[in-house]
């Protein structure tokens, strides 16, 4: 067997509204809560798992979780982002405010969950498609 990626859990706060909010702005559908974990399932059987932070912590680590999407994923995506009057930048350092960049050919937008994790939409990938 080859090793694969599964699952990873993101911490917040709500577990319920964050992975909400990331189904809705991902054209994604949350899956039944197990245990702790609301999951959000993507394709390769890979999962993020939301889970409530302990509540004697007040301050979560962000993260950061970047998705290669289609053009009209991002398309949708962006049009969310942008109807729920989310911050959002060109880059990582947070420059660009309320603008898309144009990497590689694609387009790409980075914004902040309700916890605080750094989200990023791509839709070609660093380097450019393989040729």
């Known amino acids: 067997m ?8 993101v911490g917040c706060h709500d577990n319920r509204e964050t992975a909400e909010f990331w189904a809705d702005i991902l054209g994604l559908e ?12 993507l394709e390769h059987g890979v999962t993020f ?11 979560i680590q962000p993260q950061h979780y970047a998705f290669l999407v289609s053009e009209a994923e ?7 982002i942008r109807r729920y009057r989310l911050d959002h930048w060109a880059d990582p350092q947070q420059h660009g405010v309320n603008e898309i960049n144009h ?4 387009r790409g937008v980075y914004f902040l969950d309700p ?8 839709t070609v990938p660093y380097g450019g498609w393989p040729t």
Do not use: C
């Open 115 to 122: 916890n605080g994790h750094f989200l990023e939409m791509i």
């Open 74 to 80: 991002f398309d949708a995506a962006y049009a969310k």
């Open 2 to 9: 080859t090793v694969q990626f599964d699952h990873t859990i």
């Open 30 to 41: 949350t899956g039944k809560q197990w245990g702790p974990f609301i999951p959000i399932p």
């Open 103 to 106: 990497n590689d050919g694609g």
């Open 49 to 59: 798992d939301f889970a409530r932070v302990p509540p004697h912590i007040s301050e």
